[in-house]
């Protein structure tokens, strides 16, 4: 098992920054996938992107070109930087890690990002 916590979310106008972060409670050497997801209301939670043990990155091809994830092994953390932020981009956004790439999830307490116009 894994615990996520992620933090960093916030209100940001349009066309802003933001970074999360999220911190795994074990090697992220074990764990083979962590990344985000998005909620958004009335939505499903909708991937926003992935990044494996060895770096290879999957993004949302809302996000692409604007968000970018990263993680850092020895740390166990994973981070996703988001720029020119838009008001679509509001949702609660959790941090998830698979412990293989295709074993169950595990999911952070989420974390609100409200981007105003």
């Known amino acids: 098992q894994v615990q996520l916590v992620d933090s960093g979310g916030g209100l940001v106008q349009t066309g802003g920054s933001l970074s999360l972060s999220c911190a795994a409670s074990?090697?992220?050497?074990?764990?083979?996938?962590m990344g985000w997801y998005r909620q958004a209301p009335g939505k499903q939670r909708e991937l926003v992107a992935a990044?494996?043990?060895?770096?290879?990155?999957n993004y949302a091809d809302s996000v692409k070109g604007r968000f970018t994830i990263s993680r850092d092994n020895p740390k166990n953390t994973v981070s996703l930087r988001m720029n020119i932020l838009k008001s679509e981009d509001t949702a609660v956004y959790y941090c998830?890690?698979?412990?293989?790439?295709?074993?169950?999830?595990?999911w952070g307490q989420g974390t609100q990002v409200t981007v105003s116009s």
């Open positions: 074990r090697s992220g050497f074990s764990i083979a996938t």
């Open positions: 990044i494996t043990r060895d770096g290879s990155t």
């Open positions: 998830f890690s698979r412990i293989r790439a295709d074993g169950q999830f595990y």
